[in-house]
């Protein structure tokens, strides 16, 4: 794996469990305010109140991974925005260690295995904070939603959520260390080896309710996406969801 070598230390990490909880995110972001310090992660076996991108509802049984952290980020980092990428390199090498290969990067951060949804991704500002939270469905997914979803244990990958995080965190605090030391272009460089091909054609729904059709054509230097219009102009887009046809 691409996942070592990062200059400096690594993030240390210390895992915090609970049975029950709203939001593992909404939590983190009210420790934020108390000065919670990098490298804490709090896991929930279930959550009440989980919430995805644009304020989706999560199913959020026990079995699967509901957890969430923060990252601080300082003057000389990228930009905070990047660690949508930090995220998802971070989060494709965990499952890799448990299902090598098999799953893919969709821009900004989602994880596919077939084409089907494995695992939600959910950054939110909490004061000059980043707060991170993932959803990773290891025992079981939907079958009730407007996407596609699967799980590990549907390929016959049994993984406990203890084991998980502990990789997950693990694999985090290292590209969070690659990020802050060689910059976002490593990290950048990683989403694409594990991203769906150049050239594959997409569909990205975007926030004032239009959407757009191309072909993947990249990311820029800052890591947003890249498209390429039926007329051969390439259009950048920063926000939106994207859609793989």
Do not use: C
Request: charged share 20%; proline share 3%.
């Amino acid at each position: 794996m691409d996942g070592g070598g990062g200059k400096g230390a690594v993030l240390s990490h210390a895992i915090r469990t609970v049975a029950e909880t709203g939001s593992t995110n909404a939590d983190i972001i009210a420790l934020a305010a108390t000065g919670l310090e990098e490298g804490v992660w709090l896991r929930a076996e279930r959550q009440t109140s989980g919430r995805g991108r644009q304020g989706r509802a999560w199913v959020s049984d026990t079995g699967n991974l509901y957890a969430s952290t923060l990252v601080r980020p300082r003057p000389s980092d990228p930009p905070a925005a990047t660690l949508a990428l930090v995220a998802a390199v971070a989060l494709e090498e965990a499952v890799g260690a448990y299902i090598m290969g098999a799953a893919v990067l969709k821009w900004p951060n989602d994880l596919l295995i077939d084409g089907a949804k494995l695992s939600g991704i959910l950054l939110e500002r909490a004061g000059e904070a980043v707060v991170i939270g993932f959803g990773v469905n290891l025992a079981h997914h939907p079958t009730d939603t407007d996407r596609v979803a699967t799980s590990l244990a549907a390929y016959d990958v049994a993984v406990d959520p203890v084991d998980f995080i502990e990789t997950l965190a693990d694999a985090f605090g290292r590209w969070v260390e690659r990020w802050r030391g060689e910059g976002i272009d490593v990290v950048r460089r990683r989403w694409m080896t594990r991203a769906h091909s150049i050239g594959a054609a997409l569909t990205a729904r975007l926030p004032d309710g239009s959407a757009i059709d191309g072909l993947f054509d990249g990311l820029d230097s800052d890591g947003a996406l890249i498209l390429r219009l039926a007329d051969g102009t390439r259009r950048v887009i920063h926000a939106g969801d994207v859609f793989l046809l």
